[in-house]
């Protein structure tokens, strides 16, 4: 594709893409079909694999190989068997229309194309022998995004906006339960991606505007927002879709900054961004302070943390290949530039702000080893635990709480054998639905969170747990309340009644 070419990369009617459509289905080209035959668990991890890899498996003229190898692993295709495979719609068209690439009598995909569930998602790919992605590359299907994906509230709801859309994914997902949905993105080939995946899928409910964060939207208001945007820390602003413009985390707290005036009352931000983390105290104390007056109640869950140089390495060789990806010159200029910043380690995670009239809340701590599949009811629990925890302030107030123990929960126990028979070695508590949070607990939480019945205030399940572990009250943990608090947080326990619930019955 010519370069003066690449901010308008699509040229089809709606008949053509159409056409375009019934071709990848009469060939069954899905997720799991793409799945099974290039022997992967996921579509994000298709950055893994290696044409040589791929080869293998990709042998034949079957209509599902002729995709894969035009539009999955970018190698050539003889003309016949494209012409069959492709023939709803005349080879010209998909060449002019800006998906296929003649070569002599072979052809070459001019993009990326994968399914996931019912979503067809064009993107660029990386052709052979290119050293570096250009800056406007527009990126495929992404853990980040997967992670924020499954984040997502699964609610209907009246206008959402997805910013920084890159190649349309989230606002496809976000369009099959928002009545309308406003993708924005600062590049003008993302737009056209995100313009032509929409008109892909039949979303007709998608408007996608060019403009640099919220500009685009000035003056409008949205029940939800949802953003994975170029939230690394770097020296390096080549890469639009992975840096951000700004010194350090500036452009994250931009965001945040922002999107109050956006949200409408009740409304939410979901967002994934990277801070730097202060050298004492609390990792969160900086971070807390992007969101004051803010009028939002605020929910941080970190994934990761890493020092300074672990995290150059890791995100340098994003989008560079070769010697490039670990030049001791590069590295040597990100790693100056965060001594300049006074960054030492950089957290990384997902954000949650949702507008409230009234007195709001900050909660911040680390997030659970695993997602386990969709957490969007999961996030909705926890913003109503958050809140219940917000309201009882005390720790009279917690003691007079009634808590449950979730349905998702399960205990483990790992006994080893004794004189006296199996011995308890370990337990350990795991949540097995949405947010996969794992603690190893001793005997005394073990039996408190099985004695959370919903209808005893958990002043009244201490005293059944001490009696029945033959304790006294001296014997209580001094940090029992900070443990419950602990619990409720990774949802453990869910509370079941406020203490004014539990005194009118």
């Not at 032509?196 to 039949?202: S, V």
């Not at 709001?360 to 629990?381: H, Q, T, Y």
Request: hydrophobic share 45%.
């Amino acid at each position: 594709m010519n370069v003066q070419d690449r901010a308008h990369p699509f040229s089809l009617r709606d008949d053509d893409i159409s056409k375009v459509r019934e071709a990848f289905t009469a060939a069954g080209f899905n997720e799991k079909a793409i799945l099974d035959a290039l022997g992967i668990t996921s579509i994000s991890s298709l950055k893994l694999l290696s044409k040589e890899s791929v080869l293998p498996r990709i042998v034949g003229d079957a209509p599902l190989t002729v995709l894969l190898r035009l539009f999955v692993a970018g190698l050539p295709c003889e003309a016949k068997a494209a012409r069959r495979v492709l023939g709803p719609l005349d080879l010209d068209r998909w060449i002019k229309g800006g998906l296929l690439h003649a070569r002599q009598d072979r052809f070459m995909g001019a993009v990326a194309m994968i399914a996931m569930d019912d979503l067809l998602l064009a993107f660029d790919r990386i052709w052979v022998g290119q050293e570096d992605e250009p800056s406007d590359h527009v990126m495929g299907p992404s853990d980040s995004a997967n992670f924020l994906s499954r984040l997502a509230i699964p609610r209907p709801c009246g206008h959402s906006l997805d910013l920084g859309t890159g190649s349309g994914l989230l606002a496809l997902i976000e369009a099959s339960q928002s009545r309308h949905v406003v993708a924005t993105d600062v590049t003008p080939r993302a737009v056209a991606f995100a313009r032509f995946n929409a008109r892909l899928n039949g979303r007709t409910n998608i408007e996608v505007l060019q403009g640099d964060l919220f500009e685009p939207v000035a003056g409008r208001t949205f029940d939800r927002i949802i953003s994975n945007p170029p939230f690394v820390i770097s020296p390096e602003t080549r890469l639009v879709y992975l840096t951000g413009r700004g010194r350090g985390d500036a452009l994250c707290r931009k965001i945040a900054s922002g999107a109050p005036a956006l949200l409408s009352e009740g409304g939410t931000l979901q967002m994934l961004c990277s801070w730097s983390e202060p050298v004492e105290g609390e990792w969160s104390d900086d971070l807390c302070k992007w969101f004051e007056g803010s009028g939002c109640d605020v929910w941080v869950l970190r994934q990761s943390t890493r020092d300074a140089e672990s995290y150059a390495r890791g995100w340098m060789k994003v989008g560079t290949v070769g010697a490039a990806a670990y030049d001791p010159a590069r590295l040597d200029t990100w790693l100056r530039y965060f001594e300049r910043e006074g960054i030492r380690s950089v957290g990384q995670g997902f954000v949650m702000m949702r507008r409230r009239s009234g007195a709001n809340w900050f909660r911040a701590f680390d997030g659970p080893p695993n997602l386990l599949a969709s957490a969007g009811e999961a996030v909705i629990n926890r913003i109503r635990a958050l809140d219940f925890l917000a309201a009882v302030g005390s720790e009279e107030a917690l003691m007079d709480a009634v808590f449950a123990v979730a349905p998702s929960v399960s205990l483990t126990q790992e006994c080893s054998p004794s004189p006296e028979g199996w011995t308890q070695v370990s337990a350990t508590l795991r949540v097995t639905e949405g947010l996969g949070y794992v603690e190893e607990v001793d005997a005394y939480i073990a039996e408190l969170v099985a004695a959370c019945d919903g209808r005893r205030s958990l002043r009244e399940v201490i005293t059944f747990v001490i009696a029945r572990l033959g304790w006294t009250s001296s014997d209580i943990p001094t940090d029992t309340p900070a443990l419950v608090r602990q619990l409720v947080d990774e949802g453990f326990l869910v509370p079941a009644a406020s203490p004014e619930q539990s005194a009118t019955g």
